[in-house]
C-alpha cells in the first residue's frame, strides 16, 4: 500500500501545470470506460484522482480553496469530454470547405464548456468536504448533481454521463430500470472513487471499509441484473416481420439533390433484397423501416416518389422513413418550416402518420435565437442544408403505425436524454430510433450513440427498434439485449421481430425521483460524516 499512498501523496501535492496535467489524463482516462471499449474498471482511475485532487485544494481562504477545487475540476472535465468527445471532428468535414476552419469549435471548444460542469461540481464537493470515506459520498452527490444539469441547461447535452461508465456490462445496466441514468451516475463515482481512501486516511483494516462496500455495491448490482434478465428470450409480437434498411450513404451525398435518383433507387433495390434462400425480400415483410433524413427532397411533395414506394410494398406491407416534412406557411412568413421528421407510407402511397423532432441539435439542426446573428456575421450556419434549420416539433405524442403497437418516437439526438423517451398519452410498446450517424464515420461516436439507445430501452421498460443510415442499426428488448444488428459502415437489411414490451419499471413511473433521493442521502451521510 505504500506504492498507493506515494501516488495520492504525488497528486494532492501537486501544483500549478503538474496538477493541472494530472487530472487532464486521469479525467481523460475515463472515457476508455465508455463503448467502444467499455473498458468499466477504469472508472476508478478518474474517480479516485478527483478525490485526491479535491484534497489537495487548500489555500489560505475560503475561495482560494473553492477556485483550486474548480480549476482542478475544470482541467479533469476538459481531459474527459475531449477524449470522449473527439469524433465530433469528423461532422466538420463532411462538407469540409464551408466547416474545416471551425473543427476546434466543436473538438475542443465544446469540452471546454462542458468541463464548467465538473468544475461547479467539484467546487460544491470543497464546499462540504469532509474527512475519511464521507468524501466519497459527498463527490458522488455533487458531481452526480452537476451532470443532472449538464442534461437540462441549455436544452441540455446529456452525452457521455460519468454512469454510462457502468452501463456497457448488462448486469450492471439492469439498475438503471430503478434509478435512471442519473441514478447511476452517483453510484458509479461513489464505486470508482473507493479506490482512494487506501492511499488516504486510516491505517490498517479501517481503510479497506470503502472499497468492500463498493465491491459488495458492484456484486449488488450484478446480482440484481443476474435476477432481472431471464435465460430465454423475450416473446415477439405476433405477426410482426421488421426489415431494418441500412444503406450505408456517404453523408456528402446523401444531402445533395443531384443524387435524389441515384438514393432513391439504391433504397428501393437493397430493401428487396433476398438475405437467403428461403426468403423473397420486401414481399416477406409487414414494416420496412429506412432511417433518419432518408431523402435530400421533401417526400410528401415528391408525388413520383411515392408512386415508386407504393409499387415496392406489398399488400398490407408499411414503410416508416425518416423524411423531411414542410409544414404550413405561417402568416407573415415567406417560406413554410421544415420539420425533422418520421413519416409512415401506407401501400398504396400515402402519408398516414408523422412524428416531428421535438429536441434539435444546437448548431447542428438550428441555431439559438439568442446567437444567431452573431454565430452567422463569423460565417457559420447549421450543417443541415435547410434555409433557417429545421423547425421544432410541438409535442412528443405515441406515432401509430398500422400493424404495431404504438411507438415512441426519437430520432437521432433525442434518444440521449433520460426521461425524455415516453411520450403523452398510453404506454407505447416500443422505443423507434431512426437516427444518421454518418457524420461521424468508423469513430467511437456512433458505439456510444448505440449504447445511450439501449439503456433508454432499460430504463423504460421498452425494446428499441434503431435504424442508421451507415450504422449500428439494431434491435434489442426491454432488458437491453441486441437480438440483430448491421455493423458500423456495413450495407444490408435486418429481417427480424419486434419484442413485446416488458412491464413498466419503477424509473418509468417515477423518473429522477429516486435520483433525488440518492445524492439527499449521500449528501445527508457525508454533512453527518463531517460534523462528527
Known amino acids: 500500500m505504500t506504492m498507493l499512498s506515494a501516488l495520492a501523496d504525488r497528486v494532492i501535492l501537486a501544483w500549478g501545470w503538474p496538477r493541472r496535467l494530472i487530472a487532464l489524463i486521469?479525467?481523460?482516462?475515463?472515457?476508455?470506460?465508455?463503448?467502444?471499449?467499455?473498458?468499466?474498471?477504469?472508472?476508478?482511475?478518474?474517480?479516485?484522482?478527483?478525490?485526491?485532487?479535491?484534497?489537495?485544494?487548500?489555500?489560505?481562504?475560503?475561495?482560494?480553496?473553492?477556485?483550486?477545487?474548480?480549476?482542478?475540476?475544470?482541467?479533469?472535465?476538459?481531459?474527459?469530454?475531449?477524449?470522449?468527445?473527439?469524433?465530433?471532428?469528423?461532422?466538420f468535414l463532411v462538407e469540409a470547405d464551408k466547416f474545416a476552419w471551425a473543427m476546434p469549435l466543436g473538438v475542443v471548444a465544446l469540452p471546454a464548456f462542458l468541463a464548467i460542469f465538473p468544475a461547479a461540481g467539484f467546487a460544491m464537493a470543497r464546499m462540504l468536504w469532509p474527512t475519511g470515506a464521507g468524501r466519497l459520498l459527498v463527490l458522488a452527490a455533487t458531481l452526480a448533481l452537476s451532470e443532472w444539469l449538464r442534461g437540462h441547461v441549455l436544452t441540455g447535452f446529456p452525452w457521455n454521463v460519468y454512469g454510462m461508465m457502468l452501463a456497457g456490462p448488462s448486469w450492471f445496466a439492469q439498475s438503471a430500470s430503478l434509478i435512471g441514468l442519473y441514478g447511476l451516475t452517483a453510484v458509479a463515482i461513489a464505486i470508482g472513487a473507493a479506490p482512494a481512501v487506501l492511499?488516504?486516511?486510516?491505517?490498517?483494516?479501517?481503510?479497506?471499509?470503502?472499497?468492500?462496500?463498493?465491491?459488495?455495491?458492484?456484486?449488488?448490482?450484478?446480482?440484481?441484473?443476474?435476477?432481472?434478465?431471464?435465460?430465454?428470450?423475450?416473446?415477439?409480437?405476433?405477426?410482426?416481420?421488421?426489415?431494418?434498411?441500412?444503406?450505408?450513404?456517404?453523408?456528402?451525398?446523401?444531402?445533395s439533390p443531384r443524387n435524389s435518383e441515384m438514393i432513391l433507387s439504391h433504397y428501393l433495390a437493397l430493401s428487396d433484397r433476398a438475405t437467403g434462400p428461403a426468403t423473397s425480400g420486401v414481399q416477406d415483410v409487414t414494416h420496412l423501416i429506412w432511417p433518419e433524413s432518408a431523402f435530400p427532397f421533401l417526400l410528401g411533395r415528391t408525388p413520383q416518389a411515392l408512386a415508386r414506394i407504393a409499387a415496392l410494398l406489398p399488400p398490407n406491407t408499411t414503410l416508416i422513413t425518416g423524411a423531411a416534412r414542410a409544414g404550413e406557411t405561417l402568416p407573415g412568413e415567406s417560406r413554410p418550416p421544415i420539420y425533422n421528421s418520421i413519416q409512415v407510407v401506407n401501400d398504396e402511397g400515402t402519408i398516414t402518420g408523422s412524428y416531428d423532432k421535438v429536441h434539435l441539435v444546437p448548431f447542428g439542426e438550428y441555431l439559438p435565437p439568442v446567437l444567431e446573428r452573431l454565430i452567422r456575421a463569423v460565417g457559420l450556419s447549421e450543417?443541415?442544408?435547410?434555409?433557417?434549420?429545421?423547425?421544432?416539433?410541438?409535442?412528443?405524442?405515441?406515432?401509430?403505425?398500422?400493424?404495431?403497437?404504438?411507438?415512441?418516437?426519437?430520432?437521432?439526438?433525442?434518444?440521449?436524454?433520460?426521461?425524455?423517451a415516453m411520450p403523452s398519452g398510453p404506454r407505447p410498446g416500443f422505443i423507434l430510433n431512426l437516427?444518421?450517424?454518418?457524420?461521424?464515420?468508423?469513430?467511437?461516436?456512433?458505439?456510444?450513440?448505440?449504447?445511450?439507445?439501449?439503456?433508454?430501452?432499460?430504463?423504460?421498460?421498452?425494446?428499441?427498434?434503431?435504424?442508421?443510415?451507415?450504422?449500428?442499426?439494431?434491435?434489442?428488448?426491454?432488458?437491453?439485449?441486441?437480438?440483430?444488428?448491421?455493423?458500423?459502415?456495413e450495407t444490408g437489411v435486418i429481417d427480424t421481430s419486434l419484442p413485446r414490451v416488458g412491464p413498466a419499471t419503477p424509473y418509468s413511473r417515477f423518473g429522477d425521483l429516486f435520483f433525488a433521493g440518492v445524492v439527499a442521502s449521500f449528501l445527508l451521510a457525508g454533512v453527518l460524516v463531517r460534523r462528527r
Not at 455495491?217 to 434478465?229: D, E, K
Not at 444518421?436 to 449504447?451: C, E, I, K, M, R
Open 383 to 420: 450543417f443541415v442544408s435547410i434555409p433557417g434549420g429545421f423547425a421544432s416539433g410541438s409535442r412528443r405524442t405515441p406515432l401509430a403505425i398500422r400493424g404495431l403497437p404504438p411507438a415512441a418516437s426519437l430520432i437521432c439526438y433525442e434518444v440521449i436524454f433520460p426521461g425524455e
Open 26 to 91: 486521469c479525467g481523460a482516462c475515463g472515457a476508455l470506460a465508455l463503448a467502444p471499449l467499455d473498458l468499466w474498471p477504469l472508472l476508478a482511475v478518474p474517480m479516485t484522482a478527483a478525490v485526491w485532487l479535491i484534497d489537495g485544494s487548500v489555500a489560505q481562504s475560503r475561495r482560494g480553496r473553492l477556485w483550486a477545487a474548480a480549476s482542478a475540476g475544470w482541467w479533469w472535465g476538459f481531459g474527459y469530454h475531449l477524449a470522449g468527445l473527439w469524433w465530433l471532428g469528423a461532422a
Open 199 to 255: 492511499g488516504t486516511g486510516e491505517a490498517g483494516t479501517g481503510r479497506w471499509r470503502a472499497p468492500a462496500l463498493a465491491g459488495l455495491a458492484l456484486a449488488a448490482m450484478a446480482g440484481f441484473g443476474a435476477w432481472r434478465i431471464p435465460a430465454e428470450p423475450v416473446p415477439a409480437v405476433s405477426g410482426v416481420k421488421l426489415r431494418l434498411m441500412q444503406p450505408n450513404l456517404p453523408q456528402d451525398a446523401k444531402f
Open 435 to 489: 437516427t444518421n450517424d454518418g457524420w461521424f464515420g468508423q469513430t467511437s461516436g456512433p458505439y456510444q450513440h448505440l449504447a445511450q439507445a439501449r439503456l433508454r430501452a432499460i430504463e423504460e421498460g421498452l425494446p428499441l427498434v434503431r435504424v442508421a443510415n451507415t450504422g449500428i442499426s439494431a434491435v434489442a428488448d426491454h432488458y437491453g439485449r441486441i437480438r440483430a444488428a448491421l455493423p458500423l459502415g
